[in-house]
């Protein structure tokens, strides 16, 4: 009986989680595709179900490909225009936004003199089981077959001849199923078409490294091969460049990005280790872009699959809404949540006293335990990416090296489907197209060393667990300072304001990063700004953080009698997590700021004002309120001042 509040709360936390889920938006289906010629291009009316606004329609034949946008009629209609010229046979399909894509239906296009019926000879002996191939020729008859018991006309698989309508309902059925088992085996034939042409385009490649020529199609496909070893958008700009940059590339697997970056980076980029090196002894290197082109891999043109990689002050915000939505961490903000509601509702209960003592042990030891069994990796996830993500304008330094995480979006160029299997199992995608290949190209420009630039600080970024020490006087937070021209010079950090805070640079790692330290005396309110000046040498440059952290709440114990005057009397307060300049004390209907707070935040000082009809024999109370919580603490009683 005792802990069924513990057990209440605690079995809440899988309903909220399940209240997070939503229900994904299901895949379309495509069920019948007819079309219209017109003078110089084809209408098609699809109908299926799933559909949404901005599907895009997808046309595949033999060395023939088109995507075109679509009108949305209904969740159950597309309407399409297709220029012409189109082949005689062709598949189309449905790809909603979110990258799902429907089943194939095979579509016949009629000659334009008139609409006359067409059957596949060629797609196996009178049978529906075996899926035609877009790789290989079709012929194609205008002649329907003898026997329209045997064959069926390509409309679905419903009888030919009128007569058939008195077909037995199983019959109907069984052709059906055998329709619907071609198309299944035709949208895998198509995806396979694409990693087989994938395929041809590397083998291609290879064969032009080592000197032999391959054989060319009559008509050009669309993946056409690369026309030499020398990518032409990775060259050097100029001879210096060709002597002294070397560029190096690794790939990370996805679940190893993850472990490095976050979980919501690895499952949605492909992460490549760069290295760039400067041996020049005259001049340093600055980096304007790095990038990664993946055309040779896909059998297209220098550049046209080229992407640059993400920098880092837009590809914070990945991690930043990741942190958010971790598992571990949206966890904890849950039973938190219940906490606070279940400490609010405490005074409202039958049984107060089992029930305080139960939300006591649930906020203090349950949840805490919670912290020590899964530690939050985040905040070093994203202290790792500031450190390893392309920054531009990085310069190098003469006879150095700097090794970059460059970021692709997987989406660019693989299906919702492909990104899932690379997150399983890396090598079935890199069967077909391997990143290890890639090329990385850097853009960049030999400089010569400026020395007399001020330190210019861009960000002050102190993670949200270390924040949190601000609470706690003569604790030790650690941060990161961002921006440009840190080396060249000794750099040392100092604080303008508040006075009882210093400051030291504990590692300079590079010409845009430098690694800190502040120490607090005295415990620091939410919102408060800390000023700080940079030095390099003689030179100087200045930032400011504002505290932003959620503190505890104040909780009041007792209140004890320090001093007295004629008009007023200065009392000790004692209990937990009070702050100069955020918690007040209330008495005799007045907010009172404490004068002197204990550095670990369990004691104040505060002189207040006697009321003029004081009465030594009247009962007061006091509380402590948490101005940033807007939280007020459980009454105590006030000595009596005599």
Same mark, same amino acid.
């Given at each position: 009986m005792p802990l069924r509040p513990l057990f209440l709360a605690f079995f809440l936390l899988p309903v909220l989680c399940h209240s997070q889920s939503s229900t994904p938006q299901a895949a379309p289906a495509l069920v019948d595709v007819s079309v219209e010629r017109e003078s110089n291009q084809l209408k098609l009316e699809l109908r299926g179900t799933g559909f949404v606004k901005g599907a895009e329609v997808r046309i595949e034949?033999?060395?023939?490909?088109?995507?075109m946008t679509s009108e949305l009629i209904d969740s159950t209609h597309l309407r399409a225009q297709v220029p012409l010229?189109?082949?005689?046979?062709v598949s189309v399909s449905i790809r909603n936004p979110d990258g799902q894509i429907s089943n194939a239906q095979p579509l016949v296009t009629m000659s334009p003199s008139k609409m006359i019926p067409i059957y596949l000879a060629s797609v196996s002996s009178n049978s529906w089981g075996e899926p035609w191939n877009p790789l290989q020729p079709t012929e194609v008859s205008d002649t329907p077959p003898t026997s329209s018991a045997s064959q069926t006309q390509d409309t679905g698989g419903l009888p030919a001849d009128s007569s058939s309508k008195k077909e037995n309902a199983n019959d109907l059925k069984e052709k059906r199923e055998k329709v619907e088992k071609e198309t299944k085996k035709l949208e895998e034939l198509l995806r396979e078409k694409r990693k087989l042409q994938v395929a041809e385009a590397r083998q291609n490649a290879i064969r032009l490294q080592l000197g032999?020529?391959?054989?060319?199609?009559?008509?050009?496909?669309?993946?056409?091969?690369?026309?030499?070893?020398?990518?032409?958008y990775c060259k050097f700009d100029n001879e210096d460049e060709k002597?002294?940059?070397?560029?190096?590339?690794?790939?990370?697997?996805?679940?190893?990005a993850s472990d490095a970056f976050g979980r919501r980076l690895g499952k949605r980029f492909v992460v490549f280790q760069v290295t760039v090196e400067n041996n020049s002894k005259d001049y340093q290197y600055m980096i304007h872009d790095v990038s990664v082109d993946l055309s040779r891999?896909?059998?297209?043109?220098?550049?046209?699959?080229?992407?640059?990689?993400?920098?880092?002050?837009?590809?914070?915000?990945?991690?930043?809404?990741?942190?958010?939505?971790?598992p571990r961490n949206l966890s904890l903000k849950i039973l938190r949540g219940v906490g606070t509601v279940a400490g609010a509702v405490s005074g409202l209960t039958a049984f107060e006293e089992v029930y305080g003592s139960a939300v006591a042990a649930y906020n203090g030891p349950f949840v805490n335990s919670f912290l020590d069994i899964f530690p939050d990796h985040t905040p070093n996830q994203l202290n790792r990416l500031s450190d390893s993500a392309y920054v531009a304008n990085t310069v190098i330094g003469k006879k150095q090296a700097r090794v970059f995480a460059v970021f692709v979006p997987q989406s660019l160029f693989l299906t919702s489907g492909e990104q899932g299997e690379f997150w399983k199992e890396p090598t079935k995608v890199l069967a077909w197209l391997d990143f290890r290949e890639a090329d990385v190209c850097v853009d960049g420009t030999f400089i010569t060393e400026v020395t007399d630039l001020s330190p210019l600080v861009t960000a002050v970024v102190?993670?949200?667990?270390?924040?949190?020490?601000?609470?706690?006087?003569?604790?030790?937070?650690?941060?990161?300072?961002?921006?440009?021209r840190f080396g060249g010079g000794k750099l040392s950090l100092t604080v303008d304001s508040p006075s009882d805070v210093t400051a030291e640079i504990t590692n300079a790692?590079?010409? /845009?990063? +430098?690694?800190?330290?502040?120490?607090? !005396?005295?415990?620091?309110a939410p919102n408060t700004a800390i000023n700080l000046t940079i030095h390099k040498d003689k030179l100087s440059g200045t930032a400011s953080y504002s505290t932003a952290y959620k503190p505890q709440p104040p909780s009041l114990s007792a209140l004890t009698l320090k001093s007295k005057t004629d008009k007023s009397a200065t009392f000790t307060a004692a209990g937990t997590n009070f702050l100069p300049g955020d918690t007040f004390l209330n008495v005799f209907s007045k907010a009172v700021s404490p004068k002197a707070v204990s550095a670990d935040g369990v004691s104040f000082e505060a002189e207040v004002a006697l009321p003029s009809d004081y009465d030594t024999k009247k009962k007061y109370v006091a509380t402590v309120t948490s101005k940033s919580l807007a939280t007020t /603490?459980? +009454?105590?009683?006030?000595?009596?001042? !005599?």
């Open positions: 034949g033999r060395e023939f490909s088109k995507k010229p189109v082949p005689d046979l032999e020529s391959i054989e060319q199609p009559q008509t050009k496909s669309p993946r056409s091969s690369p026309s030499g070893n020398e990518n032409p002597k002294f940059v070397r560029v190096r590339r690794a790939v990370l697997a996805p679940k190893e891999l896909l059998g297209r043109t220098a550049g046209t699959y080229a992407f640059s990689t993400r920098e880092l002050s837009l590809l914070r915000g990945v991690p930043e809404k990741g942190q958010v939505y971790d102190i993670s949200s667990e270390e924040a949190q020490k601000f609470q706690k006087g003569g604790s030790e937070i650690k941060g990161m300072l961002t921006g440009t790692s590079s010409d /845009s990063q +430098a690694e800190f330290k502040l120490t607090i !005396k005295q415990p620091i /603490s459980s +009454a105590v009683d006030v000595p009596a001042v !005599k």
